[in-house]
């Protein structure tokens, strides 16, 4: 999954094809507050499960998609949810189902498995500006799933938490303020990629235009500054 061509397509909304499985869309802001804020972040939650959360040692073998079908498989609140996001971001239904020697969830003509979940994972990290914590990130929850693949499958997730310390409805309503051409009714159209993209953006313009200023007014020494360094065009981390 080439990684230009994705941020492209977060950037311009369009659906991503996830080899085996399908197309991949995020939703725009629109649809994410009509489903409810909260219940989003489970859906991504569910599907951003990862091994590095979990106390203890875990066999090397274990991979995401393990840890996500068992707890699919034991947990019916889990799998409700989890089906839900998948639902949402693939717009086809779910379904478990397993072959001689592999297990996989089922959608329309094509299916999620060990060979693309890690791939779905980071369209969704990107696409909603979330990062994986190292530190442990679920509570105790199903014992059946233990024997299944050792002590982490007795573990549920909780919301991720975002890179930022301000939250999108402050990024969404200062953005709205601003002289930019945004508006709220623009912002609902976006996908939270494109409204975390603008964010950064409007933030290296802003800095830019404060600084050029500022050496206009001989208030900053202009030999400490490499302008090239603060360009607003610059790549975003």
Known sequence: MDELDLHFKLLGGRPIYVPHAGFLTIPTLETIVDLNMSIYNSYLAALLVDRSMFKGSINEEVSNFDIFYANCYHDPSFL????????????????MSESEDNVFIR??????????????????RLGNNVEIQNEPEYKPANSKAKAMIEMILKNRTKQPKPKEKI???????GLSCKEN????????????????NSFYVTNNVDNYRHTITALYAGTIDGKSIKLSDIHWANKLK
Not at 80 to 95: G, K, N, R, T, Y
Not at 107 to 124: P, R
Not at 181 to 196: P, T, V
């Open 80 to 95: 409700q949810v989890a089906f839900s996001a998948i639902e949402l971001f693939f717009e086809s239904s779910p379904a």
């Open 107 to 124: 959608i329309g003509d094509g299916q999620i498995n060990h060979s693309n979940f890690n791939d779905i994972q980071k369209v969704l």
């Open 167 to 173: 939250d999108l409805h402050s990024i969404v309503a």
């Open 181 to 196: 051409g945004l508006s709220l009714f623009d912002l609902y159209k976006y996908n939270i990629y494109q409204i975390y």
